[in-house]
């Protein structure tokens, strides 16, 4: 009922969206006499904000299509290398004028299957791409996996990481393959990390990269922390998973709802976001459309949201949260134990930004602990000061500051 009670609220808000958006247009149209009467700007601008925030939201583009190597322009294009039922390999091809491919160290770029898409990194992607040869997984909203394509949880995310750096293969002669994970996917890559060097598979990583990643939660625990760890796993499963509904292809299909994943994001922080909506509105009656669109572009990427499989979502819960399994060696992938140990060549860096409220400063650190066996020259820290947690991976920090570090270290073990 869940699920069914939210699709007749946001039909409900998609079409009084649509009303808002032609009456804002209408207000805002030269030709009408009524845009020159006072409060006519203020009227349109608050319609405006309203048909924004309630807009019914797709999969967004990526609409990266070009980027500069040492000075020339170079085109890109999305290509897709690999598809499964639950994600794909997306592969941004650089060519130049003459249509030869750009080389490069090869770059796996893994985004979180957290309630957005892969579309959140658009950032990261764009500032690698002067440097590397840049994949990223995109994984599908699970509302649009149909049931017959079965489950998909820890042991399948790592499975396809797996499946994603054999695909794009080890490249040795352009600078080696490797991996980048932003937030929630550092613990399965650092867990595929683990389970390829402990059976020397040729494909794994030269270096893993881990950003505001969870994995070990005991470290300065966050809000996102304490809510996952002070109720009982049933409480999850009996609150927060919803059956997806019959005018879905994955209807029937047991769920995490991105709609409750913004929620708790947007409660996190929710004086923030009013007042940035407020800031918009502002920006609109004074007719500072280019401000106004750099807060319209940020929540259309921000609110647009895709489902996890109910087992994903729970198992992650568990392992990472509640019991912190990797941490303390219990982790398991196909009845294995995971042995971080294990990594004694791929070279790892953790970087975590000073006011993370998701991850908090010492989880991401905690990796270089684990990997006990790895020399100390394949480890590296970055303590990004200043940087929140979106501005890890996205941002001014992110481009002059953290990005340049990951490149260095990418070549320094490529």
């Not at 042991?155 to 054999?166: K, N, V």
């Not at 994903?312 to 971080?340: C, E, N, W």
Request: a negative charge.
């Amino acid at each position: 009922m869940l699920y069914d009670a939210y699709e007749f609220q946001r039909s409900m808000l998609s079409s009084a969206s649509k009303m808002a958006r032609f009456g804002a247009d209408m207000l805002n149209n030269s030709a009408n006499p009524f845009a020159y009467l006072g409060g006519g700007a203020v009227v349109a601008s608050a319609l405006e904000v309203f048909a924004h925030a309630n807009a019914t939201r797709g999969k967004p583009e990526f609409g990266l299509d070009r980027t500069e190597i040492d000075g020339r322009e170079i085109a890109v294009r999305e290509e897709i290398v690999l598809r499964k039922d639950f994600g794909q390999l997306k592969r941004f091809v650089r060519t130049d004028a003459e249509g030869v491919v750009q080389a490069g160290p090869k770059l796996l770029i893994v985004a979180p299957m957290s309630g957005h898409y892969a579309t959140l990194l658009r950032g990261t992607v764009e500032r690698m791409l002067p440097s590397a040869d840049v994949y990223i997984t995109d994984w599908r909203d699970a509302r649009q996996v149909p049931a017959s394509a079965g489950r998909f949880d820890l042991d399948d995310y790592i499975d396809y990481l797996i499946a994603f750096l054999e695909t794009i293969g080890a490249n040795e002669e352009d600078g080696g393959l490797h991996m980048l994970a932003v937030c929630q996917p550092s613990v399965p890559c650092l867990a595929a990390a683990a389970v390829m060097s402990a059976d020397k598979h040729p494909c794994r990583p030269k270096t893993l990269t881990m950003m505001g990643g969870p994995i070990d939660t005991r470290e300065a625990p966050t809000a996102v922390n304490t809510l996952a760890t002070e109720r009982p796993h049933a409480w999850f499963e009996q609150n927060v998973i919803a059956t997806v509904p019959g005018n879905y292809p994955g209807a029937g299909r047991k769920v995490y709802p991105g709609f409750l994943q913004l929620a708790g994001f947007m409660s996190m922080n929710l004086g923030n976001h009013m007042v940035s909506h407020w800031e918009m509105y502002k920006h609109l009656v004074q007719g500072d459309g280019e401000s106004a669109a750099a807060s319209q572009a940020f929540y259309e990427e921000y609110r647009s949201v895709c489902d996890m499989t109910a087992e994903f979502y729970l198992q992650t819960i568990d392992v990472v949260f509640q019991s912190h399994a990797l941490p303390r060696g219990t982790m398991m992938h196909r009845g294995k134990t995971i042995d971080v140990g294990a990594i004694t060549d791929v070279a790892l860096l953790a970087i975590e930004g000073e006011r993370d409220d998701i991850s908090g400063l010492g989880q991401t650190k905690a990796a270089l602990k684990l990997a006990t066996a790895l020399p100390e020259d394949k480890k590296r820290y970055l303590m990004a000061d200043g940087a929140g947690h979106y501005g890890i991976f996205n941002g001014s920090r992110w481009r002059t500051i953290i990005a340049p570090v990951v490149e260095e270290f990418i070549t320094a073990h490529g």
